[in-house]
């Protein structure tokens, strides 16, 4: 079952449109092979319709249940495949897979920057960016009664907000980046005049200290479930504002804080650098630079991934999740089987004479296990479409949670669940699927009868 | 008691049913256990307890903690500087090392990576969670793998994972050179033992001597430089408290003391600790507990009501006889709902028993690796909530068609009889 989630999940849309076309083939097939009218199967479902009704909830909760689970690990997946450019390449110090570990010399960062193959901007200044990733154990008092007391949030120290913004290809959606001080002087609410650390942030990162406000500031706040321009928060016993929001939707960029490096660094007593990410020619040109910081630039020893990659590689949770995914649905799918099954059972215990009759005007053993099969087909069709619709209703929810390599580390991320066709079309798989092995025993069964026995 | 026997005979009259409801109790009753065994698992690490009570230090800010080993001295004090001042009860300190055993860095991978925790050996049966749930068999192996970290500085005691991962076996050696911020922090170790199966499979642990020695000795082998993390690796401090009192007095004494401003220090109780990583994973637990758990129960239910359903269905002429038989309508839903009742919470206590078995005893825990948790196991409580989801959901599934079955009209189903 892991495997096989597996391969309809990372096989691509092309494996499960293959099999959705192969099922709908095989179902007409049946009907061509039937010679039972499919009308008899489906009067039959209506006659007994809330034993018909029951079963294809089963189907719709099982279905729906397992889209959903798929949707925050595809959510994920978009994340780590969102992020980063194919034409940079993050540098870390060596035998770093996170930049939460890594720590950079100065005198590393400026060599590596001046080598060929780093484009320059219009001022000839090399398209790197300098930064420094760190976590922040942030107390939130206000957090609602069963939530930790504390967080942790994200912040990129950057030293030059419009080279990393040009390097990440990062566009603001509102307000303005922080200035070259990183600082501004505010009048705060309680009247005093301070200076403030200036942050720009991500969507979803915004939305959820927005969020995380208690009830009485959010009442005043301009939005209560979103830190707006201008919005003040607390960050590492510091008064912030918030100077402009990120466009970084579908990025993990969208879970961080970014400031300016001098001035956040000092905060937190982390003042050197872990990352440098520099842009190249193109991805080809990345695959070459990386190369080179790996085998031949001997001045330092770092490790080198192009951006994407690293993005990518952070997949372990993703992983692990999909594979919980695989054991829940199994499990959940064969309890739904054995639910088909004893309907089937029924119908088929309830019909016999019907099967006899059918057999004596001429119809073969074949044709009664196909009408049988179309009836379990017919109810995990409907299920599964139910199923599938209800689970359309949770695309687009908003949701936190971690993604991270192999090697540990990770990153705290806020996204939303994607319920998209290949969600769909797994669901409709399986459903499919619990019906086919459902109904194939007692289908089975129905056509071994003999029609003078069971007539007698 | 006529009456119990009657509700077994009618499961007994269409085995195939029963049992096919069975299997899919069996099923859906797996899931929702193991569910609710992570779950409650992560709210016990996540609640504050009153026994084994312990206080956690680290840097007040930034993830992960390195702060001077120097704070160790003071802090296992709980920074007791004045008379009056509380102590921690007992203490433990944590340095962090990541290494390879591959020498050569073209073959560094993942498999060749050892996580491995510095640590005071006396302290390991004391302070560690989890040890108070050993056998008395793994409290005697671990106290005799003790007795030899306390002897033997270069000794290792690695998770059971980690040892597979790198077909070591015990009492044979193993080299590990630093990688990242441990890069020139060498060890030669011999593996005295393995940890019990569980939550440390992931990690091994050495003599806080040992780290600390290698680390003073590397200016020596590197021109007089101190190493990189010379004046930050401690990274973490526990501190075992009596209560909620004295754990206010120590983090009052430590958070106001002069001696940890670079960098500030901050304590959390350990349960608060936990919860702060946990809660990237909220909307994640969110969806087990609100979604999952419910979805199960609920496709439990139509998975019973189906089955009873088609049984009532087919008993109607029993019914009409039980009625005139002077059975009353409160009987007849007593029979159906019992029918049910008797097949759900057999099978959620035989399943759940069965899954307690098989998964703490055959398959030492399910692995399901999320924040600091690495596998689960099944608590016994586990049983008595397989039986709950039985009962509950047969319950359920089963009123509807016993009201259906009371409320049979005997003068109609003898017409149709007839």
């Known amino acids: 079952m892991v495997s096989i989630l597996r391969e309809l999940y990372y096989g691509g849309a092309g494996t499960v449109v293959f099999l959705l076309i192969l099922s709908v083939e095989a179902i007409l097939l049946l009907l061509a092979a039937g010679r039972v009218p499919l009308q008899y199967s489906l009067r039959n479902l209506l006659v007994r319709w809330k034993t018909t009704l029951l079963t294809a909830l089963a189907f719709t909760l099982v279905v729906a249940v397992m889209a959903v689970m798929l949707a925050f690990v595809e959510g994920m997946k978009r994340l780590t495949e969102g992020t980063g450019e194919p034409g940079n390449v993050i540098v870390l110090a060596e035998g770093n897979t996170d930049e939460t570990f890594s720590n950079l010399p100065v005198g590393d960062l400026t060599d590596i920057e001046q080598q060929p193959g780093v484009l320059r901007d219009a001022q000839g200044r090399p398209l ?70 200036q942050g720009v942030l991500g969507r979803g990162i915004a939305e959820e200290l927005g969020r995380a406000r208690g009830p009485q500031r959010r009442a005043q706040a301009v939005n209560p479930d979103r830190l707006e321009v201008g919005d003040l928060f607390e960050l590492a016993d510091r008064t912030w504002v918030v100077a402009g929001i990120m466009d970084s939707e579908a990025t993990t960029f969208n879970s961080e804080i970014w400031a300016k490096r001098s001035v956040v660094g000092p905060l937190v007593g982390k003042e050197g650098y872990t990352t440098l990410v520099v842009r190249t020619a193109g991805p080809a040109a990345a695959i070459r630079f990386k190369n080179f910081l790996e085998r031949d630039y001997d001045k330092a020893k770092v490790k080198a991934y192009v951006e994407t990659e690293y993005y990518e590689n952070l997949t372990q949770t993703t992983t692990q999740f999909l594979i919980a995914i695989a054991v829940v649905t199994f499990f959940i799918a064969i309890g739904g089987v054995f639910g088909v099954m004893n309907t089937m059972f029924a119908a088929v215990s309830q019909r016999r004479r019907d099967i006899g009759v059918l057999r004596l005007l001429g119809y073969g053993r074949r044709q009664i296990l196909v009408a049988f099969l179309l009836e379990s087909l017919v109810i995990a069709l409907v299920g599964g479409l139910l199923g599938c619709a209800l689970s359309t209703l949770a695309d687009g929810w908003s949701a936190t949670s971690v993604i991270s390599g192999h090697a540990g580390g990770g990153k705290f991320v806020v996204f939303r669940l994607v319920v998209d066709a290949q969600i769909l079309g797994v669901g409709l798989l399986l459903a499919l699927a619990m019906g086919l092995i459902g109904g194939l025993v007692p289908a089975w069964s129905a056509m071994r009868l003999k029609p003078l026995e069971v007539l007698r | 008691m006529k009456f119990l026997v009657l509700v077994a005979k009618n499961l007994r009259r269409n085995p195939l049913r029963t049992v096919l409801t069975a299997l899919g109790t069996m099923m859906l009753v797996m899931v929702v256990t193991l569910v609710w065994s992570v779950l409650w698992f992560l709210d016990q690490a996540t609640t504050q307890r009153s026994e084994n009570f312990k206080a956690i230090v680290t840097e007040r800010w930034s993830i992960p903690s390195r702060m001077p080993y120097s704070y160790a001295a003071t802090l296992r004090e709980g920074a007791a500087r004045a008379p009056g001042d509380v102590r921690p009860l007992d203490w433990m300190t944590w340095q962090f090392y990541v290494g390879t055993v591959e020498p050569s860095p073209q073959k560094i991978s993942l498999d060749n990576m050892v996580f491995v ?30 007795a030899k970290a306390k002897v033997n500085k270069q000794g290792i005691v690695m998770g059971r994972t980690q040892m597979a991962r790198l077909n070591k076996r015990v009492g044979e050696r193993i080299n590990l050179y630093g990688l990242s911020n441990f890069k020139g922090l060498d060890f030669e170790f011999e593996i005295l033992g393995q940890f019990p199966p569980g939550r440390y499979d992931g990690l091994s642990a050495m003599h806080v001597d040992y780290f600390n020695s290698q680390m003073d000795a590397y200016p020596s082998r590197h021109g007089g430089r101190k190493h990189p993390l010379a004046d930050r690796s401690l990274n973490i401090v526990w501190l075992k408290v009596p209560d909620d009192q004295a754990f206010n007095h120590i983090a009052a004494q430590i958070e106001s003391s ?45 998975v019973i009501a189906t089955a009873i359903s088609i049984s009532v269905r087919e008993r109607q002429l029993e019914f009409a006889v039980l009625k005139v038989l002077g059975f009353r309508p409160g009987q007849i839903v007593l029979l159906v709902v019992g029918e049910a009742l008797l097949l759900g919470v057999s099978v959620g206590v035989a399943t759940a028993a069965g899954l307690f078995v098989l998964v703490n005893w055959y398959l030492e825990g399910i692995r399901f690796p999320i924040g600091f948790f690495d596998v689960f196991f099944v608590p016994p409580m586990g049983v008595a909530v397989g039986a709950a989801v039985g009962a509950l959901t047969s319950l359920a599934g089963s009123l509807v068609p016993a009201w259906t079955a009371r409320n049979v009209k005997v003068a109609d189903v003898f017409a149709k009889v007839a």
Request: proline share 9%; net charge negative.
């Open chain 2, 117 to 146: 925790v510095a640590i005071d050996p006396d302290k390991a049966l004391t302070m560690l969670e989890g040890m108070d749930l050993l056998t008395p068999e793994q409290h005697r192996e671990m106290e005799q793998i003790v």
């Open chain 1, 128 to 197: 790197a960016s300098r930064e420094c990733y760190m976590v922040i154990n942030q107390p939130f008092p206000d957090a609602p009664p069963g939530r930790p007391k504390r967080r942790f949030l994200q912040v990129r120290g950057i030293d030059d907000i419009e080279r990393a913004a040009a390097v990440h290809n990062l566009h603001l959606a509102e307000g303005q980046w922080f200035s070259p001080a990183g600082v501004e002087e505010r009048v705060l609410p309680d009247g005093t005049r301070r200076t403030v650390v």
């Open chain 2, 258 to 302: 002069p001696l940890y401003t670079s960098p500030p220090v901050k304590v959390e109780t350990l349960s608060s600790g936990v919860g702060t990583f946990m809660e990237a994973f909220r909307d994640l637990l969110w969806g087990l507990r609100w979604v999952l758990t419910p979805a199960c129960l609920v496709t439990l239910s139509l």
